[in-house]
Every structure is written in structure tokens, then in C-alpha cells.
């Protein structure tokens, strides 16, 4: 029964759609795989204990911790807020793109200031308000909803597709380390290297996206003059 | 003793054991400190986990193969019955945080660019290596932020790093698990039996059929698990391998794009709760899926981008 090795995978995919631990669902998972792909116990073992030193490089994030913490203590957060805070007379649209250059270039070097929580709720949804409001229009509740999907929007793409450029970060070294038993070896600058283009573009339809939403929006919610000054 | 002394190894390599020397200390006090912390509601399976963790990263080198999946398992115990908890946190005062940025202001994005800029560098120095970069970084950072300030003691950086190791948990060892596992499937021989199945579904020796099968697979298991990461390990396995890469196709450039494919995923489903649905309710958003909602359409547009980029870069 050769399709019986699957069974590991189907245990994943059920497993995280269920929303069961994931730590409970990745042990059951190698388990029964060993188990029924006759690697035993012994094999279970080795291979599991072998690949995590192997993968060791993934924590790296611990040594990275070290300042991340300290950073934080130091006035990261208010740093960011204050440059960003330096943008005047942009639309609601614009802070959110201006948002995500910042957060994208940060992000490639793994730099973050909170997410939504410590970042867009208390910084930038207030500066998009804001922005309406310096418009002369009373900011309307279903056009600030719209705003707040968009922010957390960029924040997401700016966050996957730039982390995803910092030489070190931890998708690189999964897929590195997933390529590397399959015999493939690939080093964490080309991988790097190769999302470049991607990111650009990520973050270039996240601009033009939410900033031709919001026009469409301003126009819709306050009359044809739009958003701006 | 014999590994550091060897003239073979790169000095980088050496550094970069050291550096995981050190951070397995890291983990260690994280350990010993919660061990000792009386808000902890459960300091024993904390400490086992982290110092577990602490001894395989620091010395699995050293340690046979089992020994290290022993430790594993024994770290995994105390994670799977809830019981690696936080304890006492002390996190810095906002008056505390605003007299230090006042003394600092925008200089603080010197340190905190060091990192990237050192992992950069270093990696195109063959002998040393991106990751002792990140390593090298780090400590240049810790530097300058102690030339900017008195009150940034050693113990404040090793008490910040054990406040954030111990927020983020156990979930933070998910990647290295992730990856164990990948190789478990691998060695078990799953990727043979996935690659009989889809083979006859996608025509072989047809790679550009295999890119689309294998960007849009890495998007729907991505939509379904929730977790680009989880989805990357079992597809690269089953289809990207046999499918794409055995026919001649650049490991670097398929390996990698089929992650961010799959990110495009992560924005289109509300099992990634962390990312589209916890933003909802923090926002006191009215639509649950208000969200999702604004990343479909940037989602489509990048899939796209990603699998024409992955069939002209091939």
C-alpha cells in the first residue's frame, strides 16, 4: 500500500483546517509517516534530530532578538511614527501607499513597528482620518471601514513580499532547507535576489490598488472633488 | 574542540557555531528564568522547553543524531499540553520608552538596519556567509545602542530578547518543525507516491503545465492550511521536485517563488486568523472579511505576475 504514505499529508492539510496545535498535528504527522514509510522508531528519531540541527540556521531569529527588544525600548516605534508623520497633504489612499513603501524597505531588513496593533490602528488609520478631514469632508463610517481593510491590506502585502527580500528571514531558509534532501542546494543571497522584481511589483499594485479604491470611494461617499486639498 | 580547530571549515562556519552556541544559551536562560518566575503558572514545562531547545541548538553538533530527536520530543511534550506559558513580563514604560527616543530620535534606525545591512554584506563574502552576517549585525547593533545610551546595560538586551522569545512561544519553533518534517516526508519516500499520482494528470516533461499546477497548488493549500510554510514543505515534496525542478528548472528561482505564491493565498483566506481576521477585530471592523476583501484582487494580479515570471525565468 504505497498511497498508505500519504497519510502524513492528508493529517497536515485536515489538521491545520481544523485548527488543531500545530506542533500536535507536524509530531502526528512525522510519526505516522515514519512509521508507515519503515523508517521505525530509530529512523523517526535520527532523521528528526538530523534535520532540526541541520535547520538550525531558522533560529537565527533568537540571536536577532538580542536588540529587536532593545530597539523597541529605545524608540523605535515612535521613530517610525514621526517620519511617516512628516507626510502632509496626501490623500487617505496615499498615506496608506506611502505607508507601505516604508513599511516594505523596513521590512526587507526586518525591521517591524507592531503590525496592526502597535502600528496602523494608532498611527496611520488617524492619518488617513485625517486626511479626510483636512479635506474639508466629514469622514464617512463605510469609507473609513473601507480604509482599514485597505491599511491592513498593505500592511500584509508589504510584510510577506518584503520579509521575503531580507537576506536571513526565515522563508528563505525553509525553502532552502526543504530544497537541500532533494538535492538542491541554493544560497539565501540568489534567493533573496529573486524576489526583487516580485516585490516591487507587489508593492507597486498595492499602491495603485488602494489609491485608485480610495478615489473611487471619495468620489462615491463626498461628490466629485475628491479627497484632496 | 576539533570542529574550531580544523583548517578545512570556513571561519564563517566556526563563527556561525558559535553564534549558535550563543543562542542556545539564550534559550536556556529563557528557561531558567521562567523556572524561577513566580507569575509563571507553569515555570517546570516552560523551562523544559526552552532549555531542550537551548541544548540542541548549542550543542546538537556535537550530540548523535537520536540524541538530538530525543530532545526534540521532549521539547514538543510541554508545547502540545499547553503547559510553556509566559510569566512575569516587564515590558518598557511608554514615559521610559519617551525619554529614551527623545535622547536618541532618528538615529535609532542606524542599529536597527545594522542587521540587514551586515547579512547583505556578509553574504557576499563567500568565507564568512549571510547568517554570521545576520550574527556580526547584531552585536554592532548592541554596540551602538549602548554608545547611545548609559541604561543599555548587557542584562537589559538579555532580558528583552527573553520578554519576546517568551511571547512568541513554542509556535515560533513551527518553521524548524516544518522543515524536520519535509525531510521525514522525503525520506519516507512520500514524494515518490505523490509524483505517480499527479503524474498522470500533468503531461510529462511539460515543466511550464508543472509551474501552473504547482504555484496554484502552493496557493490553494495555502488557503486551506492557512500557512504558506506548512503548504511549501508538502508541495515542493510532491510537485515542485518531481514536476519542475527534475526537469532542469532553477532550483532558486521556482523554490522561492512558489513561498510567495503561496503568500498570495495566505491573503485570500481566513484561516491565516492572524493576518486577516485579529486585524478585524482590532480595528472594530463591521465585516469579518473586510480584510480578505481588500487583498483578493492584489492577490490575483501577484499570482499571475509569480507564474509568468516563474515560466520567462525558468
Known amino acids: 500500500m504505497e498511497y498508505l504514505k500519504l497519510i502524513g499529508i492528508l493529517i497536515v492539510i485536515v489538521g491545520f483546517a481544523l485548527k488543531k496545535d500545530s506542533i500536535l498535528i507536524i509530531m502526528c504527522a512525522a510519526i505516522v509517516t515514519a512509521l508507515v514509510g519503515g523508517l521505525g522508531i530509530e529512523g523517526l528519531l535520527s532523521t528528526l534530530g538530523q534535520s532540526f540541527v541541520d535547520n538550525r540556521s531558522m533560529a537565527i531569529f533568537i540571536i536577532v532578538m538580542l536588540v529587536t527588544g532593545t530597539l523597541e525600548r529605545n524608540g523605535l516605534k515612535q521613530a517610525a511614527a514621526d517620519l511617516i508623520r512628516k507626510v502632509k497633504g496626501a490623500s487617505a489612499g496615499l498615506v496608506i501607499g506611502l505607508y507601505g513603501v516604508m513599511r516594505m524597505i523596513f521590512a526587507a531588513f526586518n525591521v517591524s513597528f507592531g503590525g496592526v496593533a502597535g502600528f496602523v490602528r494608532p498611527i496611520i488609520m488617524p492619518m488617513a482620518t485625517g486626511a479626510i478631514e483636512a479635506s474639508g469632508k466629514e469622514p464617512n463610517e463605510d469609507h473609513v471601514e473601507e480604509l482599514k481593510g485597505m491599511a491592513s491590506g498593505m500592511e500584509n502585502i508589504t510584510w510577506f513580499f518584503g520579509q521575503v527580500l531580507f537576506v536571513g528571514g526565515s522563508g528563505a531558509l525553509l525553502v532552502q532547507s526543504t530544497l537541500k534532501p532533494l538535492g538542491y542546494e541554493v544560497e539565501l543571497l540568489d534567493l533573496a535576489k529573486v524576489e526583487i522584481p516580485i516585490g516591487i511589483i507587489a508593492l507597486i499594485v498595492g499602491i495603485v490598488y488602494y489609491y485608485l479604491k480610495d478615489k473611487k470611494l471619495t468620489k462615491k461617499y463626498y461628490g466629485t472633488e475628491g479627497g484632496k486639498k | ?257 512558489a513561498l510567495t505564491c503561496g503568500y498570495c493565498g495566505t491573503l485570500c483566506t481566513p484561516m491565516a486568523a492572524n493576518f486577516n481576521i485579529v486585524p478585524v477585530a482590532m480595528l472594530d471592523m463591521k465585516n469579518r472579511m473586510g480584510v480578505i476583501k481588500n487583498q483578493v484582487i492584489p492577490a490575483l494580479i501577484l499570482i499571475v505576475v509569480q507564474i509568468v515570471y516563474m515560466i520567462m525565468f525558468k
Open chain 2, 1 to 257: 574542540m576539533a570542529f574550531f580547530t580544523d583548517p578545512s571549515i570556513t571561519i564563517g562556519t566556526k563563527l556561525l557555531e558559535v553564534i549558535y552556541i550563543f543562542m542556545g544559551l539564550m534559550a536556556i536562560y529563557t528557561g531558567v528564568k521562567n523556572l524561577r518566575d513566580k507569575e509563571n503558572k507553569s515555570p517546570v514545562g516552560t523551562c523544559v522547553f526552552w532549555c531542550a531547545l537551548g541544548i540542541v541548538i548549542a550543542f546538537g553538533r556535537w550530540i548523535p543524531a537520536v540524541g538530538n530527536g530525543i530532545l526534540i520530543v521532549i521539547m514538543v511534550v510541554p508545547a502540545i499540553l499547553q503547559k510553556v506559558k509566559v510569566g512575569h513580563v516587564s515590558a518598557p514604560t511608554e514615559k521610559e520608552v519617551d525619554t529614551n527616543y527623545k535622547k536618541i530620535g532618528m538615529k535609532i534606525f542606524l542599529p536597527a538596519l545594522m542587521i540587514g545591512i551586515c547579512a547583505i554584506v556578509c553574504a557576499l563574502i563567500p568565507v564568512i556567509g549571510a547568517l554570521t552576517g545576520c550574527g556580526i549585525g547584531v552585536i554592532l547593533a548592541a554596540v551602538i545602542l549602548m554608545i547611545y545610551s548609559r541604561d543599555n546595560k548587557p542584562v537589559v538586551f538579555l532580558n528583552d530578547s527573553e520578554r519576546l522569545l517568551s511571547t512568541v512561544g513554542p509556535l515560533s519553533m513551527l518553521p524548524m518543525l516544518l522543515a524536520s518534517l519535509g525531510a521525514i516526508f522525503t525520506a519516507a519516500g512520500v514524494g515518490d507516491v505523490i509524483a505517480g499520482i499527479v503524474g498522470n494528470v500533468i503531461p510529462e516533461g511539460n515543466v511550464n503545465v508543472g509551474i501552473i499546477v504547482f504555484a496554484l497548488g502552493m496557493m490553494l493549500f495555502t488557503m486551506i492550511m492557512g500557512n504558506a510554510f506548512a503548504a511549501i514543505t508538502v508541495m515542493t515534496v510532491g510537485i515542485g521536485a518531481p514536476f519542475v525542478l527534475a526537469y532542469g528548472a532553477d532550483p532558486v528561482v521556482i523554490g522561492m517563488v
